[in-house]
Structure formats: C-alpha cells, structure tokens
Nanobody, 120 residues
Framework: QVQLVESGGGVVQPGGSLRLSCAAS????????MGWYRQAPGKQRELVAT???????NIADSVKGRFTISRDNAENTVYLQMNSLKPEDTAVYYC??????????????WGQGTQVTVAS
C-alpha cells in the first residue's frame, strides 16, 4: 500500500508560481512511475507530468516550458514547480503512484488532491 499526501496548493495571481509537493509513505525508488494529474470543474482528469524511477520525465504540452517535475529520493517526495500560471491551470491537482506488483500487474495509488486557483 502506498499513501500519498499532497501539499502546496492555494490561490495565486496570473503569472505567479506555486510548488506542489507529494510525500509518499514508501521509498519512491520502489515506485515505477510518479506523476501529477489535474482535474478542472466539468472536465476529465488529465496528465500534467510524470517521472519514472529510471529518471525519465514526461510533461504535457499544455504546461511544457512552465511546469517542472522533480523528485527527492531521500525525502520520498515528488515536486511540481508551476511558473507563469494561467487561469486555465485552475484545477484540483492529484499525485499518482504506479507500481508493478508481482502477481497483480500495474497498481495505481492516488493522493487526496490539492486545489490550485489562478485568479486576479
């Protein structure tokens, strides 16, 4: 079982920055993929950024150049640095962990989400 706790959300003006944190209850080097997703009101949840235990990174085109995903393996924490925020970035941001479990295949775990609101 993996527990994820997000923090760092809040209200920010357009053009501002926020850093989200996702603390895992296990060593994140044992997690195959960790990532951030977001869901705006009335919309489907969408991928924002992912990072693998091998160091690969994937960033959604909509945030490329503005958002950065990073990880601190010693702290078992993944971060999402969000710069040049736009009103359309307003959403609940979720942390997700995906592991391959012997006999079960891929298993996904989600955090509770943190609200990000971009408004003037």
């Amino acid at each position: 079982q993996v527990q994820l706790v997000e923090s760092g959300g809040g209200v920010v003006q357009p053009g501002g920055s926020l850093r989200l944190s996702c603390a895992a209850s296990v060593r994140i080097l044992t997690i195959n993929v960790m990532g951030w997703y977001r869901q705006a009101p009335g919309k489907q949840r969408e991928l924002v950024a992912t990072t693998t235990s091998g160091g690969s990174i994937n960033i959604a085109d909509s945030v490329k150049g503005r958002f950065t995903i990073s990880r601190d393996n010693a702290e078992n924490t993944v971060y999402l640095q969000m710069n040049s925020l736009k009103p359309e970035d307003t959403a609940v941001y979720y942390c997700k962990a995906e592991k391959v479990l012997y006999g079960s295949g891929w298993v996904a775990y989600w955090g509770q989400g943190t609200q990000v609101t971009v408004a003037s």
